[in-house]
């Protein structure tokens, strides 16, 4: 069993900034890739950013320059620093890890935008 909690979602202004953090926990055998996902209303799930193992990261090119995401391996902890926020951004965003048992997914947390 593998939980992942996520937090850090919120209500912020348009120009603003926000954090979010996943912690995994669990039978973990080997966390090779974890990354972050939103989807918003009416519209398909996407790949925000992901980091692997080894540091490489990328990034969907409407978030590069804006986000930054890191990952702490011994606490198997994934962040996303989300800087310059737009009232596109808003969506449910969704922690993801690749282990080499499965993908796991969060229970999402709602991040708002205004403008």
């Known amino acids: 069993q593998v939980q992942l909690v996520e937090s850090g979602g919120g209500l912020v202004q348009a120009g603003g900034s926000l954090r979010l953090s996943c912690a995994a926990s669990?039978?973990?055998?080997?966390?090779?890739?974890m990354g972050w996902y939103r989807q918003a209303p009416g519209k398909q799930r996407e790949l925000v950013a992901q980091v692997t193992r080894g540091a490489r990261s990328n990034y969907a090119d409407s978030v590069k320059g804006r986000f930054t995401i890191s990952r702490d391996n011994a606490e198997n902890t994934v962040y996303l620093q989300m800087d310059s926020l737009k009232p596109e951004d808003t969506a449910v965003y969704y922690c993801?890890?690749?282990?080499?048992?499965?993908?796991?997914w969060g229970q999402g947390t709602q991040v708002t935008v205004s403008s």
């Open positions: 993801n890890i690749r282990t080499g048992r499965g993908v796991y």
């Open positions: 669990g039978s973990i055998f080997s966390i090779n890739a």
